[in-house]
């Protein structure tokens, strides 16, 4: 991949801190496996997804905030397109640069299979975000995890459930009553290597294939 001084803040930033989230990983899990604690490891492992998810959005609100600037009047053009009311109607009253930034960021969002960052990012760069179906489904996954963690204090819901890509994520722990009285009760299940192994996988594709993407973007 050509050295891309356009991008290399946002790619030297996420490197750092995915560093140090593997450094952090790699010092504690072997004492948690030791102790063969299951509650320490599972701790671990969400707090490990925790700060994975966020350095990697700050990654992106990176290299969409970057793009931007360098596709001021394309990206007036977009919101034109694919924005609400009011932003275009900030649009066309002339907004300033650090608006128009703004609007392009909080496109990345990851709800209904994330349409509008697979959207925007096409857009900017002529190419989707994810390599494959399978790493985007893990990528999804994480963000799913991420927000049970930090909106629900861990604990999945039957709406969660249903939304998890690779079910061994989300497992049911408990049942009450039978038939259409019937409740379940879930939990979060990060320990399996099924899972949590092939997150960071698929993510080191993703960031693999988007490097790839920008680095093509760069002259």
Not at 27 to 40: F, R, T, Y
Not at 41 to 66: A, K, N, P
Not at 142 to 158: A, E, F, T
């Amino acid at each position: 991949m050509e050295d891309n001084s356009r991008y290399s803040a946002c790619i030297n930033r996420w490197g750092f801190q995915n560093k140090k989230a593997m450094q952090f990983g790699n010092l504690v899990l072997p004492i948690s496996q030791k102790l063969d604690n299951a509650e320490m490891t599972q701790f671990l492992l969400e707090s490990i997804i925790i700060r994975i998810s966020c350095s990697v959005e700050e990654f992106l609100t990176c290299i969409i905030s970057i793009a931007t600037a360098r596709s001021e009047s394309k990206m007036k053009t977009y919101f034109m397109k694919y924005g609400n009311e009011e932003t275009k109607r900030q649009i066309k009253n002339g907004c300033n640069l650090g608006m128009l930034i703004s609007f392009a960021v909080a496109e990345i969002s990851f709800k209904d299979n994330a349409k509008k960052f697979e959207r925007v990012f096409n857009y900017l760069f002529g190419s989707v975000p994810f390599p494959d179906q399978d790493s985007k489904d893990y990528f999804l996954d994480m963000i799913l995890v991420r927000n049970i963690i930090v909106h629900s204090g861990g604990w999945p819901n039957v709406s969660h459930a249903r939304q998890i890509r690779h079910s061994n994520a989300i497992k049911i722990s408990a049942n009450i009553g039978e038939g259409k009285a019937k409740h379940s009760f879930y939990k979060l299940e990060l320990t399996d290597i099924k899972f949590f192994g092939y997150l960071i996988i698929a993510l080191g594709k993703i960031m693999i294939h988007i490097a790839s993407i920008i680095g093509q973007n760069s002259t």
